[in-house]
């Protein structure tokens, strides 16, 4: 027959064991609780930078575009001064007519220029717009920059705990080796 404090050593010694045993299953719960978090976070960084890709190729477009109408602008001056250049030698020319034909000249020269106004007027709203359409692409970009360094933040912390997490129950596992 075994000595009662012997069983009594014995049961305390398997309590221990059940206590040790329910901390490792809860750090391996949390072990494993962490993996899922930091799949899940590996997962919204990997669309947080498909999108930043994609705002990128989008600010590329709108550059390019910016870059076309502002090539179109210079082509509508060079235009305008080639149609300034025409009127002057046109004017040269009405002044010798009749006072009905210097009328006529007059009123083709202002409608002329309310064209060429009003087509620099629309060309530079089209450029101030998408001038503003940059702008609101590259904050969102550094937000979404910002985003994702927040992210990585979190994962680094969160691959510490985890770390940490092994690194206890190794010395849990170590100490009852």
């Given at each position: 027959m075994v000595p009662r404090s012997k069983v009594r050593e014995l049961e305390r010694e398997i309590d221990r064991l059940r206590e040790k045993i329910e901390r490792l299953e809860r750090d391996a719960k949390k072990k494993r609780d962490l993996e899922n978090k930091n799949r899940e976070l590996q997962d919204e960084i990997d669309n947080l930078l498909s999108k930043r890709d994609e705002m990128i190729?989008?600010?590329?477009d709108l550059v390019k575009e910016i870059e076309k109408l502002t090539d179109a602008l210079k082509?509508?001056?060079?235009?305008n001064r080639s149609l300034v250049v025409e009127i002057d030698n046109l004017s040269r020319k009405i002044r010798d007519?009749?006072?009905a034909f210097r009328r006529e000249k007059d009123d083709i020269i202002r409608k002329l220029e309310r064209e060429k106004?009003?087509?620099i007027d629309a060309i530079q709203r089209e450029k101030d717009a998408l001038a503003r359409?940059?702008?609101?692409?590259t904050k969102s970009n550094r937000n979404a920059e910002n985003n994702i360094r927040d992210l990585e933040y979190e994962v680094k912390d969160l691959k510490n705990?985890?770390?940490r997490a092994v690194r206890e129950k190794t010395?849990?596992?170590?100490?009852?080796?």
């Open positions: 190729r989008k600010q590329r082509n509508v001056e060079d235009k007519m009749e006072d106004k009003d087509e359409k940059v702008e609101e692409l705990q985890l770390e010395e849990v596992v170590e100490r009852f080796v």
